[in-house]
């Protein structure tokens, strides 16, 4: 078996997981890093310590979650200076993201200089939409320079979730229609044919589609001319409003759909609206990738609200029966799962199986950082 390290770097933490084949071996957070009082004075710091922590004897490849891929990477790379060198230049595309993904993969390289690394990208996944569903409508030399146009996001999840769902129902993955539904605290909708995506929500930025915890998702960009306008806000105050102070967040003061859903149940009406925003924006895209994808075998939920949320299930797909789309009431709310916490929640004989499948981005990883580390190797 190969061990594998997987390292998710964000802004103030570092996620871990090691693995040995498709067993876990160690897992943990290190958090508010830079903080007073934190768990690390930076990332270099953060990183000894979980080399510390976990026993790396055997290890074959650190695989390293970047969120930005660009137009370059289309599948999980290994890392050297110009792959490296690359990522960096994307930082422009994603301020928010890839700064902490480099930081994470420079000092591993520098930790572990005999170990093989891999770049696995969000981004990667997307790269098989064609270019009428990645285009903006907009001044195209402009957008060409600047690097405007969808990219889309959480990709090694909708790849994951996408072929469990195909084995769970026992469906050939080159031949199955699969739209993928991952709400956790950012969330994106995927339309996935053959294995493939060719439809996503997320866009240039982790910004577009869904509402999210603390995102917006979709809004009229002229939002943001009117905010700068008539409400004098710099770009900057706009941005954070509507990355880290929407969504959940912003129409209700809770970015958490619990206590949405319990503050819901308790009758309080900003809660029952902005549970009903989400599940509308859910029901819209669902919509239009059904005719993207002209019929769908399977409408798949996964992450905290997709895998834990029986109402936002029910509630984003209710009325739908003409279509052949339904959620039994039952099978949704008495969840009886596989081994891997998956579950068909439609009526027996459904043309569209809706399913609930957990995912795992960083099973995923690891995955894709073997098949990376031996494509390398035999390329040698
Ligand atoms: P993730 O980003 O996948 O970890 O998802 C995190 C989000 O899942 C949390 O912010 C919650 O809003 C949501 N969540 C977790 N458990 C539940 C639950 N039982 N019901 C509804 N939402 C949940």
């Known amino acids: 078996m ?5 390292l998710n770097s964000g802004s103030s933490s570092v996620k871990y997981r090691l693995f040995d084949g498709r067993r876990t071996l160690a897992r943990g957070l290190v958090e508010r890093i830079g903080e007073d009082g934190g768990d ?17 004897d055997g290890l074959a490849v650190v695989g390293h979650r970047v969120v930005h891929g660009g137009t370059e990477f289309d599948s999980a790379t290994l890392i050297d200076d110009d792959v490296a060198a690359v990522i960096e230049r994307l930082i422009p595309l994603a301020p928010l993201h890839n ?22 990208f969000d981004t990667a996944f997307h790269r098989t939409i064609e270019p009428a569903g990645i285009t903006y409508a907009m001044d195209a030399a402009l957008a060409e320079r600047w690097g ?9 999840s909708h790849a994951y979730v996408s072929r469990r769902t195909a084995a769970l129902l026992g469906l050939a993955p080159e031949a199955a229609n699969i739209i993928t539904l991952h709400l956790g605290n950012g969330a994106s909708a995927c339309a996935v044919r053959g294995g493939r995506s060719v439809a996503t929500s997320m866009g240039m930025a ?6 999210m915890g603390t995102r917006s998702g ?5 939002v943001i001319f009117h905010l700068h306008r008539a409400a004098g806000m710099p770009v900057d105050e706009i941005e954070h409003s509507l990355t880290r102070a929407a969504g959940l967040l912003g ?3 809770d970015n958490d759909m619990r206590a949405v859903q319990r503050r819901r149940q308790q009758g309080d009406p900003a809660a029952g609206l902005a549970f009903d925003v989400y599940c509308r924006r859910i029901k819209e895209y669902v919509g239009a990738y059904l005719a993207v994808l002209g019929r769908a075998d399977a409408i798949a939920f996964t992450a905290g609200v997709g895998e834990n949320s029986p109402e936002v299930r ?10 052949g789309i339904a959620v039994d009431r039952h099978r949704n709310e008495q969840i009886a799962p596989n081994e891997r916490g998956e579950q068909v929640v439609s009526p027996d004989g459904s043309p569209t199986a809706i399913c609930v499948v957990p995912t795992d981005e960083e099973l995923e990883i690891a995955q894709q950082s073997v098949a990376a580390l031996g494509a390398g190797q035999s390329a040698r």
Do not use: N, W
């Open 251 to 253: 129409l209700t003061g």
């Open 2 to 6: 190969t061990r594998v390290l997987v």
């Open 99 to 120: 700064p902490a993904a480099l930081s994470g993969i420079t000092v591993a390289r520098k930790l572990l200089p005999e170990v093989a690394q891999v770049a696995v």
């Open 148 to 156: 405007v146009r969808r990219y889309g996001m959480h990709g090694t």
């Open 218 to 222: 979709d809004i009229d960009p002229t």
């Open 40 to 56: 690390a004075a930076d990332h270099a710091a953060a990183l000894r310590r979980i080399m510390e922590s976990v026993d790396l």
């Open 206 to 211: 982790p910004q577009q589609g869904l509402v």
């Open 314 to 323: 029910a509630a984003a797909l209710s009325g739908l029966d003409g279509l």
